[in-house]
């Protein structure tokens, strides 16, 4: 007794209760918010049950009514159990259909909800996690989430009805019969108790089984170029059945495990269902019980011995439920981006149309987590109207400090504002980034047409406002040569199109974005040197008060800039022409 007492104990000190129960209470404000839902489909599900014990009495009293024991009342209890089945039928079906209706629906509003908070998490955070498992915690494990939340208090309650009514049956027929259909009891218990931290491990292995096998194809996919143009394609599905050699393993390691449990429960089963058969036969030879009781008592110690196992199997259940809670708790509990700064960021924005905005680092420092500093005590201003540009050998921090502008990654020292003559100065966080547009290196086009992927900057932009920023972009010369024009698909990717021309589409929708101050990370790396001073020069006229910061390595960007900053080394420093010149010959 001792002993089980200080296990549980040091399990309590552990916190593994404590991280169950609070996973279990996550998941409760989910069951608080759909608890009208979860009544019906309890409802549904306690009434398949109470019908399921009805049949069996009905049953009783067909079996004792053809035997001649009550043969006045045949027809009557015939009726009774057909009108029983019959009715079972029409609840499972409107009972599935509804069920169906009711758990899409919850599934479907929980996900959506994880997946927004999972957006609204604080980037810097999110960015530690691979893609795939992201992708696997909100497919995955939310789907088992809800089904919990769906399913679980409906399962326990069927089963506590089928439990709980087999039980009073049996007491009021045969009190020892019930006793021994219960007999079973004490060692499934025990049986389950001791599998249940094996079980545990198998699953949490299994759920990061997944988020791996998710992340393989997410990367593989994403990464087919690279992989055709390297003849990786033999190496790939190599790994590929390397992975799922992998899963296949384990499962039949867990298949093992569960295999052996499953036979032993079954065993101590079987051995109780001999006994009660053997009881109810002995009873009825004895001539103290008719044959209808004795296929009621048959009946119902079946469904006394399976409930039990039921509510044995509610635990692992439980357990599955938990630690996918846990998983995406462990997302949801990141950081938030703080929103309290949006409306201040937003009334910046209506007077920007007026007075531009100005974009200042003063002494900052940033580290990423405990890494050496990118870069100490920088300073950095650019004005509205202004060009400047950011240059400085690779790794050295131009889009560190874009993302720091951004607000996605937050200075550990020092101050980063942006400021505006009538509403003064704000920090730069997530409610300043209404201020910018930002086109990262690499693509972000996605798929769908080129009106579409406008849009997502600004919903309702007028066909005429599309081709006008697509001018300024100097995109509109090879779009209108299109057979469809604006809606043309740019396929996933942007594949349809060079490099060139997804560059100035990306920074035709930054454009419709109309943000004061525009980011530039090598947005223009792919044009060719008349066509980035032409594009550059279109923003300017068009925007007069916008803001550009351009991360730059070549001179025709670099001679357009009012200002150049060099990054290296971890400081930040205006350069003039002569040392852009001297940097531009030694890189
Ligand atoms: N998420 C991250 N976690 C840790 N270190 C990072 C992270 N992102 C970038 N770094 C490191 O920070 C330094 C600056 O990176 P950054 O991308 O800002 O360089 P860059 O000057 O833009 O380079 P390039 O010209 O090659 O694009 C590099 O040493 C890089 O390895």
Redesign the pocket.
């Given at each position: 007794m001792f002993k089980v007492l200080k296990h549980y104990y040091s399990r309590i000190k552990e916190g593994r209760l404590e991280e169950f129960i609070s996973q279990w209470l996550w998941m409760g404000s989910y069951i608080k918010r759909y608890w009208f839902l979860i009544a019906i489909y309890t409802f549904l599900g306690a009434s398949g049950s109470a019908l399921g014990l009805g049949t069996s009495m009905v049953s009783r009293n067909l079996i004792d009514a053809v035997t001649g024991q009550n043969s006045d009342n045949i027809v009557s209890v015939a009726c009774l159990y057909v009108g029983v089945g019959v009715s079972m039928l029409f609840i499972n079906a409107f009972k599935t259909r509804l069920s169906l209706k009711i758990s899409l629906k919850v599934n479907n509003e929980i996900r959506s909800d994880i997946f927004s908070q999972i957006l609204s998490t604080d980037w810097e955070s999110l960015?530690k996690y691979r893609t795939g498992d992201l992708m696997y915690r909100i497919n995955g494990d939310t789907m088992s989430v809800s089904n919990a939340v769906l399913t679980y208090i409906p399962n326990i309650v069927s089963v506590f009805i089928t439990f709980g009514g087999a039980f009073v049956v049996m007491l009021q027929n045969d009190a020892i019969m019930a006793f021994i259909a219960l007999a079973g009891a004490p060692i499934s218990f025990i049986s389950t108790r001791f599998s249940m931290r094996k079980m545990r491990e198998y699953q949490r292995k299994q759920l990061e089984l997944q988020s791996n096998k998710t992340t393989f194809n997410q990367e593989t996919l994403q990464n087919m170029q690279m992989i055709k143009a390297f003849g990786l394609v033999d190496y790939f599905i190599s790994e590929y059945k390397a992975v799922q050699e992998q899963s296949v393993e384990f499962a039949m390691t867990q298949n093992k495990f569960q295999s052996r449990m499953t036979v032993f429960t079954g065993f101590v089963g079987q051995l109780i269902g001999y006994a009660c058969y053997g009881y109810a036969v002995y009873r009825l030879w004895q001539g103290s019980v008719s044959y209808g009781t004795m296929t009621l008592f048959v009946s119902m110690s079946s469904s006394l011995r399976g409930s039990f196992s039921s509510v044995l199997n509610l635990l692992p259940t439980a357990m599955r439920a938990s630690l996918s809670a846990g998983r995406i708790m462990e997302i949801t509990s990141l950081p938030r981006e703080s929103i309290e700064d949006e409306e201040k960021g937003k009334t910046m924005l209506k007077e920007a149309v007026k007075t531009g905005i100005t974009v200042e680092l003063q002494d900052v420092s940033f580290a990423?987590?405990k890494?050496p500093p990118?870069f100490t005590k920088a300073n950095l201003r650019a004005g509205s109207g202004e060009i400047v540009g950011l240059i400085?050998?690779?790794?050295?921090?131009?889009?560190?400090?874009l993302?720091i502008l951004l607000g996605l990654y937050h200075c550990a020292a020092g101050r980063a504002i942006v400021s505006n003559p009538t509403v003064g100065s704000m920090s730069l966080s997530s409610g300043t980034r209404c201020l910018f547009s930002y086109i990262p290196?690499g693509n972000t086009l996605f798929s769908g047409t080129i009106a579409e992927n406008m849009r997502m900057l600004k919903p309702d932009a007028t066909k005429e406002e599309i081709i006008e920023v697509l001018k300024v972009a100097d995109a509109y010369r090879f779009i209108e040569s299109l057979d469809k024009g604006i809606d043309t698909d740019v396929f996933e990717g942007g594949n349809r199109f060079s490099e060139g021309q997804k560059q100035r589409l990306s920074i035709a929708r930054a454009l419709l974005h109309n943000a004061p101050i525009l980011l530039l990370?090598?947005a223009t790396s792919a044009l060719d040197m008349a066509t980035e001073k032409r594009v550059l020069k279109n923003i300017l006229s068009y925007r007069p008060l916008q803001t550009i910061i351009v991360?730059a390595h070549r001179p025709s960007v670099l001679s357009m800039c009012d200002r150049v900053y060099k990054?290296q080394s971890g400081h930040i420093e205006e350069v003039n022409e002569e040392q852009i010149q001297t940097f531009l010959e030694e890189g």
């Open positions: 960015s990423y987590g890494n990118v400085g050998p690779s790794g050295e921090g131009k889009t560190t400090t993302r290196q990370d090598e991360t990054i």
